[in-house]
T-cell receptor, first 111, second 114 residues
Framework: RKEVEQDPGPFNVPEGATVAFNCTYS??????FFWYRQDCRKEPKLLMS???SGNEDGRFTAQLNRASQYISLLIRDSKLSDSATYLC????????????FGKGTKLSVIP | NAGVTQTPKFQVLKTGQSMTLQCAQD?????MYWYRQDPGMGLRLIYY???????DKGEVPNGYNVSRLNKREFSLRLESAAPSQTSVYFC?????????????FGPGTRLTVT
């Protein structure tokens, strides 16, 4: 089983839609979870950290289910500027500061 | 505050040539990382430096060497470039600490080996 798995997409959604991305991770000892965003031919940028209690940042909501080893990202009221690849990221294991990156889910928001 | 900077932005090498990719950060981070990103493969860790004076291999270290020159700078060297090393190379930095910390990336170096 791959360490971090994501649906590669692409997800093509109209402006204003709500879209959800899912991610599973294999190492039950992982402690830190993030969503990154990567625009075409650019570097990955931190979108948000994911906490056990779930967290929200504007139109973005992240959830973590440790029991199922599952992370989700919900984007509400999609904007054209949300078009990017979204990377699910997990630290490699207990006590590790190395991060393992999923291959990403591509989102295209269509006018 | 420039964050993480990388040079060069683009490079074309012939097989067998050598080169050094430079990376510097001004965020006073202890840890620095080198990744490569290939289509369909995602980001893969080449080497990392947990703190000044230490370096360790990541997932794909073969064909590369690194130097942590000081707290700010972390370089990646290709001694004898091969076509399989054609990739986009990203440097990143983070605060140190167990449990994983968010990493901040440089703009990348696009390397082509012919």
């Amino acid at each position: 089983r791959k360490e971090v798995e994501q649906d590669p997409g692409p997800f093509n959604v109209p402006e204003g839609a709500t879209v959800a991305f899912n991610c599973t991770y294999s190492n039950s000892a992982s402690q830190s979870f993030f969503w990154y965003r990567q625009d075409c031919r650019k570097e990955p940028k931190l979108l948000m950290s994911v906490y056990s209690s779930g967290n929200e940042d504007g139109r973005f909501t992240a959830q973590l289910n440790r029991a199922s080893q599952y992370i989700s990202l919900l984007i509400r009221d999609s904007k054209l500027s949300d078009s990017a690849t979204y990377l699910c990221v997990v630290n490699t294991g207990a006590g590790s500061y190395q991060l393992t990156f999923g291959k990403g889910t591509k989102l295209s928001v269509i006018p | 505050n420039a964050g993480v900077t990388q040079t060069p932005k683009f490079q074309v090498l012939k097989t067998g040539q050598s080169m050094t990719l430079q990376c510097a950060q001004d965020m006073n981070h202890n840890s620095m990382y080198w990744y490569r990103q290939d289509p369909g493969m995602g980001l893969r860790l080449i080497y990392y430096s947990a703190s000044e004076g230490t370096t360790d291999k990541g997932e794909v270290p073969n064909g590369y060497n690194v130097s942590r020159l000081n707290k700010r700078e972390f370089s990646l060297r290709l001694e004898s470039a091969a076509p399989s090393q054609t990739s986009v190379y990203f440097c990143a930095s983070s605060e140190s600490g167990t449990g994983g910390r968010e990493q901040y990336f440089g703009p990348g170096t696009r390397l082509t080996v012919t």
